[in-house]
């Protein structure tokens, strides 16, 4: 099966801007879930869906927000860029819900704020 | 605050070596799971130890957890140097707190 796969692999961006991240998981995985790591504050769950709905959310402002498609897809949103966010952007899929399950990462989407 | 908390935060032991590593954490859990970064592979799971589990094993990783102790540990037993890698731990809350919460990791050098 093919793994995880996130686009863009990278992206630079300045501050106020928005960004669209995008997430295939692995067929017939139904969880995605969203982390933003950075070296100060490790791993940081932002959000998980399954079956297209969030059943889970981090302690993030509401400009990050995501979305799951039908066929498990998902695209997470970050409004009003700050700096503050220049971050690895990672996904995960797995079965079942990510906090019971063994998590498949994606290689992640760099995003630098300027 | 971080759920998991890995203990050290860096290590160098030299190949062949054991290397132990380990977290603690706050709360209730459901399951803790280890995983592993670095820059060739990105982030793997190693192993998922559940609340009534005291011991797992995979290959050269052995897992322990002491639930009373609120705590984990990670042995990985005669290291290669394609061991280097920064080492995780998420703890799967219970209850309510059905979030993977992430420590901010060990970092291992496996010097040849």
């Known amino acids: 099966k093919a793994g995880v796969t996130q686009t863009p692999r990278y992206l630079i961006k300045t501050r106020g801007q928005q960004v669209t991240l995008s997430c295939s998981p692995i067929?017939?995985?139904?969880?995605v879930s969203w982390y933003q790591q950075t070296p100060g504050q490790g791993l940081q769950f932002l959000f998980e869906?399954?079956?297209?709905?969030?059943?889970n959310k981090g302690n993030f402002p509401g400009r990050f927000s995501g979305r799951q498609f039908s066929n498990s897809r998902s695209e997470m949103n970050v409004s009003t860029l700050e700096l503050g966010d220049s971050a690895l952007y990672l996904c995960?899929?797995?079965?079942?819900?990510?906090?019971?399950?063994?998590?498949?990462f994606g290689p992640g989407t760099r995003l630098t704020v300027l | 605050s971080q759920q998991g908390e890995e203990d050290p935060q860096a290590l160098s032991i030299q190949e062949g070596e054991n290397a132990t590593m380990n977290c603690s954490y706050k709360?209730?859990?459901?399951?803790l799971q280890w995983y592993r970064q670095n820059s060739g592979r990105g982030l793997v799971h190693l192993i998922l130890?559940?609340?009534n589990e005291r011991e797992k094993h995979s290959g050269r990783l052995r897992v322990t957890l002491d639930t009373s102790k609120k705590s984990s540990s990670l042995l990985i037993t005669a290291s290669r140097a394609a061991d280097t890698a920064s080492y995780f731990c998420?703890?799967?809350?219970?209850?309510?707190?059905?979030?993977?919460?992430w420590g901010l990791g060990t970092s291992l050098a496996v010097n040849p």
């Open positions: 995960a899929s797995s079965s079942g819900t990510g906090v019971n399950n063994e998590q498949f």
């Open positions: 067929s017939g995985h139904r969880s």
């Open positions: 869906y399954f079956s297209e709905t969030q059943r």
């Open positions: 709360t209730s859990i459901n399951n």
């Open positions: 130890i559940r609340s």
């Open positions: 998420a703890v799967g809350g219970a209850g309510n707190n059905r979030k993977l919460i």
